[in-house]
């Protein structure tokens, strides 16, 4: 009977000894990273649901990356939107303290502020976020706006608004000072106030009134319209009035009552009652000359710098044709051939939010473009550069009306009205885009944290489980390697013996 050789290396044992070392080096690369295995292939059919997973993980991480962006520019918009409010407000105050203070140094007060004040909203609206400008619109590579100095004193063959200003200015005072009206006494007792043109400058008569006995008044009527003040019954009481109602270039209207008196020599707005009607008639002739000069150098130059502000800032904008401005009968429209631009920015007719969007959600897309010429930022640009470019003398006589109807109507355009964007809505749209990514990133980490936990349950490993594992593996490698040992010193001898 053959007998096998006990001194050869049995095989099996061999390769129980080399998977046992395997396992163990697995199972202590799974202590070191928790992981329990190295390949999705080692997870089993459990692999695609991790592949799946991961890749919503990956898809949040890009998601909250962008929205971690978004909100950093929609944060630095609102910073920059809250301290523009706050200098409309400081130039609302500087204007009323002007209005009812100090006349004329009030309203050079006012205008130094509105300057510095302007200068500082022109830097808002070029704010940038990194590489972003963002009040652009689309063209976020650009500027928002021309600088302070070129949007008011123009930048080389370019019109600034002062030079608008000054343009429609002559146009509407008209050659005479007296904003295109003409004061004629067609008879002995009469006074005739007639359009000087068809044309849309200076003063548009509006209507009539008078207590004036033994007078009759007409008008307006005519082209061009004019109104009329008859005398030929006889002299006015002392204190019988008219009233000539004018509307004036921005659209507001103003008011001129002129009373008879007795009295010499006739204070503003008053005509000295004669001793007959046409004495009377060429004393109203008189007054009504110096009235309404002061009426033209008060609220009609007020008015005419705002109708320009609202010419140079519309889209295109708007100039006087001229040269010989002082009887211009129409306007033209500006190119950047002649006219300084003043909004630099991407001009899109749709909504401003939309100009900027960013997906931080598979469902969800947030807007937060804002364009610089949307009305409620334009109206504060506007305005402020009115204030700045009209300069009042202190040694005019009319500076202080002058302030004051300028004034009047500036704070009203800051003020808004119901149904009019300002600021404040345009901060609302961006806070709703600060909600919806704030609410998004909620739900991420709510839905990462899920995520990670039932990825840790199918990749992850326990350390205590892995430990006993290995102590019992090691025990069994310990045993295997001893018997190993023993069958490697097993002889012939040995064995017999």
Do not use: C
């Amino acid at each position: 009977m053959a007998i096998s050789s006990i001194g050869g290396k049995p095989a099996t044992a061999i390769q129980q000894l080399v998977d046992l070392r395997k396992t163990l080096d697995d199972l202590q690369r799974q202590l070191s990273t928790g992981k329990k295995s190295a390949t999705y292939a080692g997870l089993g059919f459990d692999r695609g649901v991790t592949v799946g997973l991961r890749a919503q993980l990956s898809a949040i991480t890009g998601f909250d990356a962008t929205a971690d962006q978004v909100q950093t520019r929609v944060n630095i918009a609102q910073t920059s939107l809250g301290r523009i409010s706050d200098i409309s407000n400081s130039v609302k105050t500087a204007m009323m303290q002007g209005t009812y203070g100090s006349g004329a140094v009030g309203a050079s007060t006012a205008q130094t502020t509105a300057q510095f004040s302007l200068d500082e909203t022109l830097n808002l609206l070029n704010t940038k976020a990194g590489d972003h400008y963002l009040f652009s619109g689309r063209a976020t590579d650009q500027p928002a706006v021309e600088s302070y100095d070129h949007i008011l004193n123009g930048k080389g063959a370019q019109a600034g608004l002062k030079q608008i200003i000054s343009e429609r200015n002559q146009a509407d005072l008209g050659a005479s000072g007296l904003g295109r009206l003409t004061i004629t006494s067609p008879t002995a007792t009469s006074v005739d106030v007639a359009e000087d043109a068809l044309s849309s400058f200076g003063f548009k008569l509006a209507s009539i009134s008078s207590s004036l006995t033994n007078a009759t008044v007409s008008g307006p009527a005519g082209s061009p319209p004019a109104m009329s003040v008859d005398m030929s019954g006889g002299v006015p009481n002392n204190g019988d009035s008219v009233t000539m109602r004018f509307t004036l270039p921005d659209g507001s209207t103003a008011n001129l009552t002129m009373t008879a008196t007795t009295t010499a020599p006739p204070g503003d707005n008053q005509f000295l009652i004669g001793a007959d009607g046409a004495a009377t008639a060429a004393n109203l002739n008189s007054s009504l000359n110096v009235a309404i000069g002061k009426l033209a150098d008060t609220a009609l130059t007020a008015a005419s710098a705002v109708q320009a502000s609202n010419d140079f800032f519309g889209d295109p904008p708007q100039r006087v044709t001229g040269p010989g401005f002082a009887t211009a009968t129409t306007m033209t429209a500006g190119s950047v051939a002649d006219t300084v631009i003043w909004y630099t920015g991407e001009a899109g007719s749709d909504s401003a939010r939309g100009t900027a969007t960013a997906r931080i959600d598979p469902n969800l897309v947030v807007g937060y473009g804002v364009r610089a010429n949307e009305q409620g930022l334009r109206t504060i640009v506007q305005n402020l550069a009115t204030l700045a470019a009209v300069t009042i003398s202190l040694t005019d006589p009319n500076g202080g009306a002058l302030s004051a109807a300028l004034n009047t109507r500036l704070t009203a355009n800051l003020s808004g009205s119901a149904g009019v964007q300002n600021v404040a809505d345009i901060r609302t749209d961006l806070a709703a885009s600060q909600v919806s990514i704030n609410a998004a990133k909620t739900r991420h980490q709510q839905q990462s944290a899920t995520m990670a936990d039932y990825l840790q349950q199918i990749e992850g490993v326990s350390n205590e489980d892995v430990g006993a594992t290995i102590l019992t593996l090691q025990t069994r490698l310990q045993a295997s390697m001893q018997v190993t040992s023993m069958m490697y010193q097993t002889s012939l001898v040995n064995f017999m013996n």
